[in-house]
């Protein structure tokens, strides 16, 4: 089988807040040293999938320099590898138009799916965080003569909202699919993982399908309406939808558990990342350490708990880090206290600072439905003067210099 696979990384992720305020989900680090897009690069080459596009849109810059040529992932190649393309202006004269959903962002990029020799698209997402072997998937594809295969797992009821749900009979055959029911009795949701034949694909988005914009909305639905057949392929491993500030920071806690669910050490499924040249981690002589990961290049002098430390991060005698995530380069000071955290690259905590401070839990004024859990951000770049104290569900955009922050206290649930 001929497998293109197609990765649609350009959506914006509002519920993410500052964390894509500088660049597209996919981008944004994971687990120290890796970034999210990662994951699906990952899968690609370790089911021996070679031939790869990566869709991009929104802030792609700091996606395309962590892919560039593919090389890390072995998809720096002449025939197939991984391909970066970008939204760009048709004709002469016209303005460049926004995708507006996953089906649109393929149709857009159609002249590149024209040009390949293949005989199955796998769409993938870019921003969810799992390990699997879509060679499985590709096999059940083939062996049911499926025009599409959807990926589904079994959620718990109260979760079916935020998915497009699917119904299959015994054989997987799916009979039903709604997208982020308010209400179902099924449990089987879907995964964003989608293999269709190539040419049912073309001729659906450019003939009975053109006005379609989104997959789980739009195209899946359309192709049942027509008793196309469409089948279910279920995966019981790991897998996250890291897309709001609370998911993706207990994806990363999750880490740090005894025998967590993602095994980032399994040397038969290795993670490939761009790795920067980094001294190894070091921690100095009063320095405490527990049940936390450090990464190349780090430099721990205080106290970390529970967290995670990204690359080059310095954490500066005194200062005390736990259950938050310190990303690559920021540099906690001295006697400085973070609790409850995401400290986002390249910030600077500056001495006796208290990050996360008190017990109200007041949620974000400006995010109350997806900042209400207590944790608070600092956000790219962004100074934070000596001695300032920062509450809960608070927000500190990127950038932003020590002299545009108070000298003294930002309250719980603010946004600065």
Not at 174 to 198: C, D, H, N, V, W
Request: charged letters at 20%.
């Amino acid at each position: 089988m001929r497998v293109l696979a197609m990765i649609l990384a350009g959506g914006s992720s509002p519920a993410l807040s500052i964390l894509t305020a500088e660049r597209a989900e996919p981008a944004i680090p994971f687990g120290g040293k890796y970034r999210i897009i990662d994951f699906t690069l990952s899968n690609c080459v370790n089911s021996r999938v070679y031939n790869v596009a990566l869709l991009t849109q929104y802030k792609p810059r700091s996606l395309n320099d962590h892919v560039r040529n593919g090389k890390p992932w072995d998809l720096d190649r002449a025939v197939g590898g991984v391909r970066l393309l970008q939204p760009y202006i048709s004709g002469e004269g016209e303005m460049g138009a926004w995708q507006r959903g996953t089906a649109d962002a393929v149709r857009f990029n159609l002249d590149y799916v024209l040009e390949q020799k293949v005989d199955t698209i796998l769409l993938l997402a870019g921003d969810h965080i799992y390990k699997m072997d879509y060679g499985p998937l590709l096999r059940f594809h083939e062996d049911t003569n499926a025009d599409c295969t959807v990926a589904v797992r079994t959620v718990s009821p109260h979760e079916t909202h935020r998915f497009g749900m699917v119904n299959a009979d015994s054989g997987g055959r799916i009979s039903g699919f709604q997208e982020k029911p308010r209400r179902t009795l099924s449990r089987l949701a879907s995964m964003g993982i989608y293999a269709f034949k190539r040419d049912v694909l073309l001729d659906w988005i450019t003939g009975q399908g053109a006005g379609n914009v989104d997959f789980g909305r739009d195209i899946l639905p359309g192709m049942l309406k027509a008793g196309m057949p469409l089948y279910a392929y279920r995966f019981d491993g790991y897998w996250m939808d890291a897309g709001t500030v609370q998911s993706y920071w207990e994806a990363n806690m999750a880490l740090l558990a005894e025998t967590p669910a993602l095994d980032l050490y399994d040397p038969s499924w290795v993670i490939h990342t761009r790795s920067e040249q980094l001294a190894p981690a070091f921690t100095g002589p009063e320095a405490l350490v527990d049940g936390s990961l450090l990464c190349d290049g780090c430099q721990v002098f205080g106290r970390v708990e529970r967290s995670i430390i990204g690359p080059g991060a310095v954490i500066e005698a005194g200062a005390e880090v736990s259950d938050s995530i310190v990303m690559n380069g920021a540099v906690i000071g001295a006697g400085a206290r973070i609790e409850r955290s995401i400290i986002d690259k390249r910030v600077q905590i500056g001495a006796d600072a208290v990050i996360g401070d008190g017990e109200d839990n007041t949620p974000n004024r400006a995010m109350p439905n997806n900042l209400n859990t207590g944790i608070t951000l600092v956000g790219k770049g962004a100074q934070v003067p000596a001695g300032l104290h920062v509450g809960r569900n608070v927000v500190i955009r990127p950038r932003i210099p020590a002299s545009a922050l108070p000298a003294d206290v930002v309250p719980s649930g603010e946004t600065v």
